[in-house]
């Protein structure tokens, strides 16, 4: 052993003494750790490397699924109805869906642009080719026996009903074009097997338990697609698309949550939210509400739908109004907030409004549609009077 005077302990001499094996260890190791980490950080990044997040919440099987077996589906039978078809491909594009889209159109229509105004044939071809969007040519199913005129709204929903037909795909999801998207809904496919899901009319209850065929999920089948049309032309039997699928379905369908499949824009102008809730205890919560919803319906009976403009002596009726009370215990069980405006009911009603309208005009290159006279003259012999209230 010899002394090194730089070191204040003495050491082995490594000139006489050949180094053992464990003197180096330390060092191996750390190199040993070094690669080890080098190669599991690359085996990590090339493979384990999380995926970028998708625009939605992905389900467990999310990588697995055969997207092609299922589809979006919206029919069009008039300009302004087209347009909204768009606006919901448009949507389902911009949030991601996996899912196909088809669109059912009439026969007659086509997609030879023939001038700067033929707007049905751009609207066809822009679904086609930017939202990828399978075209469809159908002929309309028309209701017979009309005995209203307000009914001639919904003189072609029958033709909802080709939608049973398309038996290309396993589930198809279908929902009315007059609403608002608000997330898509992928994850609706992976349900249990069942015929037809549809949430209820819950505006109806307690007194009916009506389905709602606003918004269906449903298993094509040439012998519900027969068996539908068949009911449709019974005797006495409504013709119309909902009336139908209730008298089929009502007590076999699956029913889904109508909170975030079935809302309605009226909801945010009911003073009583109990048959929407369904219960007496819960707070509305306007803004917890639109946050739950998939989409949302526009129905404001008697308003015009949000492509027409509104008559402005009805729009102050019908918009929802702000709630005020003094503070307290009474306050929080109103909605409200206490001593405070609160007009969230008014701001999230004529938000969606004005969104949609901006969105129709982005997407479509259309404006509103005038407003209708109101109250609405009829014809007596040759004077034209204002109907009675």
């Known amino acids: 052993m010899t002394f090194d005077p730089r070191s204040k302990s003495p050491r082995h001499d490594h000139r006489s003494a050949p180094p053992s094996s464990q003197s180096y260890f330390p060092r191996r190791s750390r190199r040993s750790v070094a690669t080890a980490s080098c190669v599991l950080l690359l085996i990590y990044w090339c493979f384990w490397r999380p995926p970028s997040k998708p625009l939605h919440k992905p389900s467990l099987l999310y990588k697995s699924v055969d997207w092609s077996r299922y ?90 009903l080709l939608t049973f037909n398309q038996t290309q795909y396993d589930r198809i999801l279908h929902f009315d074009s007059d609403s608002t998207l608000l997330a898509h809904m992928d994850s609706l496919f992976l349900l249990p097997s069942s015929p037809l899901a549809l949430p209820r009319a819950y505006w109806t209850l307690p007194t009916q338990q009506t389905l709602t065929s606003l918004f269906l999920l449903l298993e094509p089948s040439t012998l519900a697609f027969e068996t539908l049309l068949a009911a449709a032309h019974t005797p006495n039997q409504n013709p119309y698309d909902m009336d139908i699928l209730n008298t089929i379905y009502w007590d076999s369908a699956m029913v889904l949550p109508h909170r975030q499949y079935g809302l309605i824009t009226g909801e945010f102008r009911a003073a009583d939210h109990d048959n929407f809730l369904g219960n007496d205890y819960e707070v509305w919560d306007p803004e917890k509400v639109l946050r739950e919803a998939s989409l949302v319906h526009f129905s404001d009976w008697p308003l015009p739908k949000p492509w027409v403009m509104w008559p402005w002596n009805l729009v102050g009726e019908m918009m929802p109004k702000c709630k005020t009370s003094a503070s307290g215990e009474g ?34 290159a259309l404006l509103s549609a005038p407003a209708p006279e109101w109250p609405p003259r009829e014809v007596k012999g040759n004077a034209t009077v204002p109907t009675s209230e």
């Open 331 to 364: 306050a929080a069980e109103e909605g409200q907030r206490g001593g405070k405006t609160d007009c969230r009911d008014r701001d999230i009603w004529k938000g969606l409004y004005d969104d949609f309208r901006k969105r129709r005009k982005d997407i479509c």
């Open 71 to 160: 589809a979006y589906s919206q029919y069009a039978t008039s300009s302004p109805y087209l347009c909204n078809s768009v606006m919901v491909f448009e949507t389902l594009d911009r949030l991601g869906s996996k899912a196909d889209r088809i669109l059912l159109y009439p026969r007659e229509w086509d997609v030879d642009i023939a001038n700067t105004s033929d707007r049905d044939s751009q609207l066809l071809v822009k679904a086609r080719d930017w939202y990828k969007v399978k075209l469809i040519p159908v002929d309309v199913l028309e209701a017979e026996d009309r005995k209203e005129k307000s009914q001639t709204t919904w003189s072609s929903s029958l033709t909802k």
